[in-house]
């Protein structure tokens, strides 16, 4: 994967499921905004995908 492909892709996932989510809006009112954030690290199957795609720019990154 190139560079800007991941970056598309990251920006995708992001607009498409986590900019307007409604978990995150409730678990930040329950937890706060770092409890959110550790559920989206955690649980959340897009989370895990960003955190896929995070890792294959660091390759890019260190080619």
Do not use: N, W
């Not at 770092?34 to 720019?57: D, N, T, V």
């Amino acid at each position: 994967m190139d560079k800007v492909t991941v970056m598309k892709d990251i920006d995708e996932l992001h607009d498409t499921y986590c900019a307007d989510c409604l978990v995150i809006q409730q678990l930040r009112k329950e937890r706060g905004k770092p409890g959110a954030h550790r559920f989206c690290i955690e649980s959340c199957s897009i989370g895990e995908k960003l955190q896929f795609l995070g890792e294959e720019l660091l390759k890019v990154y260190h080619k």
